[in-house]
Each structure stands twice: as structure tokens, then as C-alpha cells.
């Protein structure tokens, strides 16, 4: 099946375009997911006002009812992610799963119900030793964000924003690691929280759950690695057809190498979503 001009940019692999033809010809069995900063939202100074996309989650409400599977995959508590993405009030939306805190949490629109298991211990201990630490490397107005289960250095804002995360990652990292933590960079951030839970194990997770046999993923950081990494081992057992999108920026490209298909910014990957609507005719 080739695949209709509407859906240009196509895949660049051949292993891409076969999954999304496999999308088009059978989405009831496809679930699509999605990271959400960088990815549906725009990366912003504040992060309390990163809201998503408001075409993106248009284009996601019209393709929901057409798909086996929607779900968000994101390191924000899933409640940030409902506030920020105002999904719960898309009537297309009413089978989304969000997968929060890396895995950690869910929320499903189905239920409306949110699982949220208690933080690792050891994040209560680090969050009182980070101020210091800033202090100390000089960077005392870099914006800390307390998400529960864990904590978010980020540089953005200061003078040298890329400078200063290469300085913060190894003390950081050293305190983390002190007390059983990783510490994992970002567009500019620097996050602590428990290494046992990642988008990959979350994903796998979601797709024996639904039984889904073609999966669109897009993701834009480092942290979405492990999903590709997951992704690309199913693809390659045979397991699943996948579409890797990555969301490319001037601050992080490492996705881009691996990705069947490339969109730079939110707001194109919001383009090629409403074209995917039409293309299915949702």
C-alpha cells in the first residue's frame, strides 16, 4: 500500500512506512503515543504553563475513535499532564491512558481514576540537600521543580543554560547515586528520581495490556530513549510494526538518528496529526 501525499513527511525508513500503512489499513489494532513536553507542548520557561498543543489534542479527539490505543507517556505526574492537556474534556478521548512519572503512575479516562504509588524514600532526603548544592556551584536562581516522585533542576533561564547543566550533572549525579537515585539530563534540565521505572518498561507494559500490533511513538529527549529502545527490540522480533517520531529541536537531536520520521517542533508534529485525521477519515 503506498502511502496517500496527505501524510507527507512519510516515513523515511522502509520498516516506518509499512507500519503506517498498517495503521491505515487496520487503526482499530495501532495505538499511538506520545511524550508530552517537547513533544505535544512546547518547551517553556515555566513549566507550570507548558500547555499542550491545542491542535495536537484536537487532532488526538478526532483520531481516538478510530484507534485501538491513545496514551500519553510523559515524566509529569499524571495530574500535571490532565491540567496541562486538558484531555479529560475531549468526548474522542474516553479510552486515553496516561502513563505518569515515567511509568510510576496512570491515569485512565475510561475509570477517571489515577493510580499514584508513594515516592522512593530517598527523594524526601534529596530534596532538602539540592538547594545547597546550587548555592554552592553558583547557581542559586536555577528553577527547582518538585514533581513527588521527583525532583527537576532546570537551567533554562540562567545566562549559560547549556553551561550550567554540564557543571550541575556530575555533583548531581554523585548525590543521586549516594542515595540509590539517577540523575538524567534534558533540554536543559537535570532530573533525580528512582532508575528502576522508564517509559520503556511503562510502554511494553501498555502494549501486552491492549494487544495493539502497530505503534506510532513520538518523543523529542533523552528520556525517551528507553522507549525507542523497546520499541525498536519488538520491531525487530517480529512482535510489532513501529513508527518512531522524533520531535526535533536545536537542544536535543539524539532521537533523530533512530526515527522513521522526523517533525521539528510541536506544532508540525500537530500538522502531521491532523493529516493522519484525515487520511484515516476520523
Given at each position: ?22 495503521l ?5 489494532h495501532?495505538?499511538l503515543?506520545f ?5 505535544l ?11 499542550a498543543?491545542?491542535r ?23 495530574r ?6 486538558r ?9 486515553l ?7 510510576a503512575e ?6 477517571g ?8 524514600e ?15 556551584l ?15 533542576v ?17 555533583p548531581?549525579?554523585a548525590l ?16 533525580v ?16 495490556e ?14 525517551d530513549?528507553?522507549?525507542?529502545a ?15 517520531i ?5 537542544e ?14 510541536p ?14 477519515g476520523?
Open positions: 500500500m503506498s502511502l496517500p501525499a496527505v501524510l507527507e513527511p512519510h516515513p523515511r525508513t522502509d520498516a516506518g512506512a509499512a507500519a503506517l500503512a498498517s491505515l489499513l487496520e487503526p482499530e495501532a495505538m503515543a511524550d508530552f513536553d517537547g513533544t507542548a512546547p518547551i517553556v520557561d515555566d513549566p507550570e504553563h507548558a500547555h498543543s491545542e495536537s489534542v484536537a487532532a488526538m479527539d478526532r483520531i481516538g475513535p478510530c484507534v485501538g490505543k491513545i496514551a500519553v507517556v510523559t515524566g509529569r505526574p499524571v500535571t499532564a490532565l491540567r496541562l492537556g484531555f479529560a474534556e475531549r468526548e474522542g478521548l474516553s479510552d491512558t496516561i502513563l505518569g512519572q515515567y511509568g496512570r491515569w485512565d479516562a475510561e475509570t481514576e489515577a493510580s499514584e504509588p508513594p515516592p522512593h530517598a527523594v524526601d532526603v534529596i530534596r532538602g540537600k539540592i538547594p545547597a548544592l546550587l548555592a554552592r553558583g547557581m542559586a536562581e536555577a528553577r527547582l521543580e518538585d514533581k513527588g516522585r521527583a525532583l527537576v532546570h537551567t533554562r533561564g540562567l545566562v549559560d543554560p547549556l553551561r550550567a547543566q554540564q557543571l550541575l550533572e556530575e548531581l549525579t543521586a547515586r549516594e542515595h540509590g537515585l539517577s540523575a538524567e539530563p534534558g533540554r536543559y534540565v537535570v532530573e528520581r528512582d532508575p528502576s521505572i522508564d517509559k520503556g518498561a511503562a510502554l511494553r507494559g501498555l502494549v501486552a491492549t494487544g495493539t500490533r502497530t505503534i506510532v511513538y513520538a518523543g523529542d529527549d533523552l528520556g530513549l528507553p522507549a525507542y523497546v520499541l525498536d527490540g519488538m520491531r525487530a522480533r517480529g512482535e510489532a510494526e513501529v513508527v518512531l522524533a520531535v526535533a529541536s536545536d536535543q537531536r539524539a532521537l533523530m538518528p533512530r526515527a522513521d520520521l522526523v517533525v521539528h517542533g506544532e508540525e508534529l500537530a500538522s502531521w496529526l491532523e493529516r493522519l485525521a484525515d487520511a484515516l476520523c
